[in-house]
């Protein structure tokens, strides 16, 4: 596993710090044998008199997930960037995502006006004791309301390739939705996929994330992540974007 966490920090100031991470880390609450990416990353960066006892994820992403997660350094900082967060679009903050899928006959969704993004509405509800999101199509007791817009970027024998907006931030949002759909993540045996990776992980990768600088200054911070472990696969992916 790639250790060096110095390479791949996106962006590091006073406030916060952005890191690529790799499927297998743990953002926050990370159990036995996790990676703890806070830790690293405090191990790394040099303390600051008033900064936080460990840089603090401001945003959930999933251990088996990689790329783009924004951790703040200092109590002042949390507090707005958890604010701009919760609020998803209408606080300022975009993020994309890139998505391998396992093709199946549930690809028709995206047949048509394909190069345009599909907003997908669904309700979630979350199920804690297995650890899971549930996607329905109707508003529902516990269930909160989930959005996000997609669209194909290309295909393989075996694969689709999506590109993701995230609009709402909800527990495992992405992958709940694309079940609900047929649509299994390659990899994510938790939400349908046939089988897991050699390697772990699954292929959903948050490529990029624009947020308000928590300075305060009016300006936007906007990082953008490759894959951090690349392969045949992620370069047909980067290859059908360039095509389009």
């Known amino acids: 596993m790639m250790s060096n966490i110095a390479s791949r920090i996106l962006h590091c100031d006073s406030a916060c710090v952005v890191v690529n991470k790799i499927a297998g880390e743990a953002a926050e609450g990370a159990g036995r044998g996790m990676v703890n990416l806070p830790q690293l990353l405090a191990k790394e960066l040099p303390p600051m008199p008033d900064g936080l006892a460990l840089p603090t994820a ?15 350094r200092t109590g002042a900082a949390l507090r707005l ?19 391998i899928v396992e093709s199946s006959e549930n ?33 529902g007791p516990g269930r909160k309301k989930a959005v996000l817009c997609c669209r194909p970027v290309g295909r393989g024998d075996n694969y689709l390739f999506l590109e993701i907006e995230l609009i709402t931030g909800r527990h ?73």
């Open 58 to 72: 401001v945003h959930r992403l999933d251990v088996p997930v990689s790329g783009c997660v924004v951790f703040a």
């Open 81 to 99: 960037l958890n604010a701009a967060l919760s609020g998803g679009a209408s606080g300022g903050v975009t993020k994309h995502y890139w998505a």
């Open 107 to 139: 690809n028709a969704l995206f047949t048509q006006n394909a190069a345009e993004f599909v907003e997908l509405t669904h309700w979630l509800q979350f199920n804690p004791r297995k650890n899971k999101s549930y996607a329905y199509d109707e508003a």
């Open 172 to 244: 495992h949002q992405i992958r709940a939705q694309l079940e609900r759909l047929g649509l299994h993540i390659k990899g994510d045996l938790k939400y349908g996929a046939r089988r897991s990776e050699r390697g772990g992980g699954i292929r959903l990768h948050a490529r990029s994330i624009s947020f308000p600088d928590p300075s305060g200054n009016g300006n936007h911070i906007t990082v953008q992540a490759d894959p951090p472990l690349r392969d045949n696969l992620w370069q047909a992916f980067e290859e059908s974007l360039l095509l389009r």
